[in-house]
């Protein structure tokens, strides 16, 4: 077993299309009725999670602790921008801090918000993954500190048995969404992903160069064979295959890229850094909500491309002018 991970420049560029779906995503609405929004991102984002974060017995708990820290650090920094934004939302929208704090702790129940990953007002609803991360970084802690890590190979199938149930059966039976919305959080949607990317990672799918390719193959043909969003609930069942097809393309997806061989790629590193993805992840609804003020697309593919761009320039100038400064300084204290 391979005690440390390098990263895949690949894997990273291909982190920005990911976010590109996750953007048309939530961009979408009944307009869009014929668009393809399709369940890759968030499944494989997990997914890649588990798989780096296996180490050697010797090293597991050093990083499973730094996993704490860096799910900790995302959840605080996505909470504070969009604490922020929700609150200039409220007035740009005609209401005051009274409506804002009664929907944030009343109406929206922020005691589920957290324990479920409940959405909440305006933009922040996808604060949801931040916080499924962080919960799922203090399970992998509590499963490494008891020496139960083998307890992944029955989280993951229990977890996604409830998970399909909810997404499925109840689906049907209820006719709401409130089931899915329930079981895209920490235990049931983040946790079995995270531990299948874990369990991927201490099993070799690479004995011949070609298998790569073929893994290549599978994975764009379960990403094309995913359900429109828009008739989730118009035909039975499609929210089962619909998942399951996304989670298969995502490990498939991993695999190819991982049968690349790892390159050293100081540019993209020095110019657009390692956690770019997350950052524009983080931004995106926020330029979206104010694209949607300001703009208007009759397509959603070049709303969700714009909003992107947008936000990886934004990223872009923040960290290029933190690199900046930080070069400043250096240059001031060794004058």
Known sequence: MSTSRSRNVYLDIFKFFLCYL?????????????????????????????????????LAEKS?????????????????????????MCYVDGHGVGYYFTTLFYEDFLLEFF??????????????????????SLIHFALVKFDKLHYYKVIVPICYCIYFFFAGYMYLLQDTDMPIRYTRNALFFGLPNFGLGYLLAGVDFHKKRWYK???????????????????LVKTQYCSLEMYWCGILSAVFLLQFFLGIKNS??????????????????????????????FVSFSNLMVKSFFVLIISFAVYEIAYLTVMALKAIKGKTVNT
């Open 64 to 88: 499973s602790v730094g996993f704490i820290k860096r799910t900790f650090r995302y959840m605080i920094a996505g909470f504070l921008l969009y604490i922020i934004f929700d609150f200039v």
């Open 22 to 58: 996750v953007i048309s995503i939530h961009l979408a609405g009944e307009t869009y009725s014929h668009f393809p929004l399709y369940r890759l991102a968030v499944p494989m984002f997990f997914i890649i999670s588990g798989y780096f974060n296996r180490a050697s017995k010797e």
């Open 213 to 231: 390719y073929l893994y290549l193959v599978f994975g764009i043909l379960f990403f094309y064979l995913q359900i429109h969003e828009y008739h």
């Open 264 to 293: 050293r790629c100081d540019f993209y590193y020095k110019w657009i850094g390692k956690n770019a993805s997350f950052w524009v992840y983080i931004l995106h609804m926020a330029v979206a909500v104010v694209l949607a003020k």
């Open 115 to 136: 324990i479920l990953c409940r959405p909440i007002t305006y933009t922040g609803s996808q604060l949801w993954f931040l916080i499924a991360l962080f919960i799922v």
